[in-house]
C-alpha cells in the first residue's frame, strides 16, 4: 500500500503561482510514476502533468511552459509549481501514483481556486 498527502493549494488571482507537494508513505520502493491531474466542478478527472522515476516528465497541453513537475532526491516527494494561473485552472488537485506491480494510489486531494 502507498499513502498520499497532498498539500499547497489555495486561493489566488489570476497571474499568480502556487506550489503543491505531495508525499509518498508506504511502500513507496514500488512507485514507478508519481503525478497530478485535476477535475473541476461538472468535468472529468484530467492529466495535469506526470513524471516517471527515470526523471521523465509529461504535462497536458493546457499546462505546458506554465506548470513544471519535480520530485525530491528520495523520490517520494513530487511538487507541481503553477506559473501564471489562469481563472481555467480551478480545480481539485490529486496527487497519483502508479507502482511496478500495477497499482494506483490517490491523494485526497487539494483545492486550488484561481480568482479575482
Known amino acids: 500500500q502507498v499513502q498520499l498527502v497532498e498539500s499547497g493549494g489555495g486561493l489566488v488571482q489570476p497571474g499568480g503561482s502556487l506550489r503543491l507537494s505531495c508525499t509518498a508513505s508506504g511502500r513507496t520502493t514500488w512507485i514507478n510514476v508519481m503525478g497530478w491531474y485535476r477535475q473541476a466542478p461538472g468535468k472529468q478527472r484530467e492529466l495535469v502533468a506526470t513524471?516517471?522515476?527515470?526523471?521523465?516528465?509529461n504535462y497536458a497541453d493546457s499546462v505546458k511552459g506554465r506548470f513544471s513537475i519535480s520530485r525530491d532526491n528520495t523520490q517520494t516527494t513530487v511538487f507541481l509549481s503553477m506559473n501564471s494561473l489562469k481563472p481555467e485552472d480551478t480545480a481539485v488537485y490529486y496527487c497519483?501514483?502508479?507502482?511496478?506491480?500495477?497499482?494506483?494510489?490517490w491523494g485526497q486531494g487539494t483545492q486550488v481556486t484561481v480568482s479575482s
Open positions: 513524471i516517471m522515476s527515470g526523471g521523465n516528465t
Open positions: 497519483n501514483t502508479k507502482t511496478r506491480l500495477g497499482a494506483n494510489y
